[in-house]
């Protein structure tokens, strides 16, 4: 990669960070649906992973998870019961989000940009069933509540509408990152993560 590729690389991730967390969190009802808002960081970690590789997802992740730990970071209760933040939850989350985007499917799908949906159905269901479960498990430990949400309540209300209203906004993300970058073509040159690159029918739609 020559100098003027990694300068567009570096301020095209720049630019598209920046926007999904800033509009995410800036504009929540302009991309609510179902009652759930587009998790737009997220869905942009798992898409920059599948497509690009282990290293893209990684940097990816630990920035946007950065971004998610600045603007909405999970709080807990204090000893004094005064509100306090946790940070690094997110870091540590979009890192492994980012990470297992990249290795996960590569060699049955060999990142087809029409399998990469799977990826966003298949990771936003383990982050929100296991953000179920360890708030669940915080607030009974904590003894906050007496009772949680059913799992109905759970899987029709709050996981499914949450996973549709992601892969809805893959769909535009997949054809920015395809199109405008960060690589030419939507092809990241020399990826081989395991495959060989004679086979290039991962790079069709």
Request: with cysteine; net charge positive; hydrophobic share 50%.
């Amino acid at each position: 990669m020559n100098k003027s590729e990694r300068s567009r690389q570096i301020i095209l991730y720049a630019v598209y960070i920046t926007s999904v967390c800033c509009l995410q969190v800036t504009f929540p009802h302009v991309f609510r649906l179902f009652g759930r808002t587009c998790d737009l960081m997220l869905v942009f970690v798992v898409l920059a992973g599948y497509l690009f590789g282990t290293k893209d997802g990684i940097v990816v992740g630990l920035f946007v998870g950065m971004f998610r730990d600045y603007f909405s970071g999970p709080v807990i209760s204090g000893k004094n019961g005064s509100p306090v933040a946790v940070l690094g939850i997110g870091l540590l989350a979009f890192f492994y989000i980012g990470l297992l985007s990249s290795i996960l499917f590569r060699k049955r799908f060999r990142r087809k940009y029409t399998q990469a949906v799977l990826q966003v159905i298949f990771i936003s269901a383990i982050y929100y069933s296991l953000g179920h479960i360890v708030s669940w498990v915080y607030l009974t430990l904590s003894h906050n509540i007496e009772t949680y949400h059913s799992l109905k309540y759970i899987l029709f209300s709050s996981i499914l509408p949450q996973i549709l209203v992601n892969v809805i906004a893959s769909v535009p993300m997949l054809l920015l990152l395809r199109f405008a970058g960060p690589y030419k073509k939507g092809v990241r040159a020399g990826l081989v993560d395991g495959y060989s690159m004679e086979d290039r029918a991962w790079q069709k739609i």
